[in-house]
């Protein structure tokens, strides 16, 4: 992650990327790890196309909610709060808070299937409050600094997914061909999957995240530091960011890439069409691929879903804290930000006791998707409106290309979410 001081920044690649690939790569949750091996099972190297489209559209809208947030020194929630009225910023946060707990439950039932695959003996119970505490723990009492080194570090395990692949034999022509040219099958469990595909990428939570991240890096005394009152940065942090989040979704997408084509050249291809569970993934590729294939796709789950359960209750306790005007961010000790700290708490342990429910975890990742594909198309709308108006942004207000790129996002949200009705 970046200094708070901008000019003391580390020349490194790694040090310039933070928000960004953080964030890209907390979208590979448990969640979108059983989307995305779902979509590879049922329809083969026929989903690849989603994953290569959706890419460019993730990478639009995430950098804009990042300039947001480094430009005018407040996270998203902030902003909409000074620009829309009260009521619209309620019915969105408390949408998020609601969606973000039921993906964490979602994400702590699969990580302790997972556990159960690999040191079976212990009951799912345990692994279960194992993880929620453990993650718990990582946002309240670890340093900032430290903190998000661990975040980097965790993203190292979305490489087990890259792994997989090299396990099994690859079509590598058809795999070029189907990334591009899709054969579109007007099937309602065709359409259900690619508005899966695209509601498990393009995430609300995301939003907030990165935005508020942008704010946290800044220090103190975020507004002063603003690019608004620092223009002399703007150049050189701009292109920080566009590197940061372009390359974050990068990764993001290449892990759903990766993970299609695996289920899709092991499982599919061997009549497997019906994938629940991540950690069932993982299980049914162990006869067909080996066991490595199976210990790296099951730590994988493990480690992605330890990365994303902190940003997904931390980008609600962000959201919140920032409507209410409370003391926030991870580099603020317990004492220094109870408010922030009890809603990471809350959508955490809340998350981890609906997984402990006899809710199905699929079905929860459904709703959850479709939480997440109603609140997601509001926030992006409102969001380039913000991006575009010079009396939030100043001079930096997005030009042609990203104008294109967030608008674009925001249709095929909204098309994606008339679609989980009408297929």
Request: neutral net charge.
């Amino acid at each position: 992650m970046t200094d708070h001081q901008s000019g003391d920044r580390r020349p490194s690649l790694l040090g310039r990327l933070g928000p960004g690939l953080i964030t890209g790569a907390a979208d590979d949750d448990p969640g979108g790890v059983a989307t995305h091996s779902q979509a590879g099972a049922m329809f083969g190297l026929n989903m690849l196309w989603t994953v290569v489209l959706a890419y460019p559209l993730l990478a639009g809208i995430q950098q804009i909610v990042a300039r947001i947030g480094r430009v005018t020194g407040h996270g998203l929630a902030a902003n909409i709060l000074r620009a829309f009225p009260v009521w619209l910023l309620a019915i969105l946060v408390l949408l998020l808070l609601v969606a973000n707990t039921i993906n964490i439950a979602a994400d702590v039932a699969a990580m302790a299937a997972a556990a159960t695959l690999i040191a079976p003996g212990v009951d799912k119970v345990v692994y279960a409050v194992a993880f929620g505490l453990v993650c718990l723990m990582l946002e309240v009492f670890m340093s900032y600094k430290r903190y998000v080194g661990v975040l980097k570090w965790l993203t190292l395990s979305l490489l087990a997914y890259v792994g997989v692949v090299f396990t099994v034999k690859i079509p590598w022509s058809e795999v070029i061909w189907r990334s591009f040219v899709p054969e579109i099958v007007l099937t309602p469990a065709f359409m259900t999957m690619v508005v899966a595909v695209f509601g498990t990428t393009i995430s609300p939570y995301m939003f907030f995240w990165q935005s508020s991240q942008e704010v946290e890096d800044l220090g103190p005394d975020p507004e002063k530091r603003s690019l608004l009152n620092t223009p002399e940065l703007a150049d050189a942090e701009l292109r920080r960011i566009r590197l940061d989040t372009w390359t974050g979704m990068a990764v993001c997408s290449l892990i759903a890439f990766f993970i299609v084509l695996t289920t899709a050249v092991t499982l599919h291809v061997n009549g497997i069409t019906r994938i629940d569970s991540a950690a069932q993934a993982a299980e049914a590729l162990r006869p067909i691929a080996g066991d490595m294939a199976f210990w790296l796709f099951s730590l994988g789950i493990i480690g992605t879903g330890l990365l994303a359960i902190p940003v997904l209750a931390g980008s609600a306790a962000y959201a919140i804290s920032e409507s209410f005007g409370w003391p926030m961010g991870l580099d603020r000790k317990l004492g220094q930000a109870p408010g922030f700290y009890a809603i990471i708490a809350a959508a955490t342990l809340g998350g981890v006791a609906l997984s402990l429910t006899d809710v199905d975890p699929i079905q929860a990742l459904v709703w959850s998707a479709v939480l997440n594909g109603l609140v997601a198309v509001p926030i992006m709308v409102v969001a380039m409106i913000l991006a575009s108006r010079k009396s939030v942004m100043g001079p930096f207000v997005i030009g042609p290309t990203l104008k294109i790129l967030g608008w674009t996002a925001t249709v095929v949200m909204a098309a994606a979410g008339v679609g989980l009705f009408l297929v």
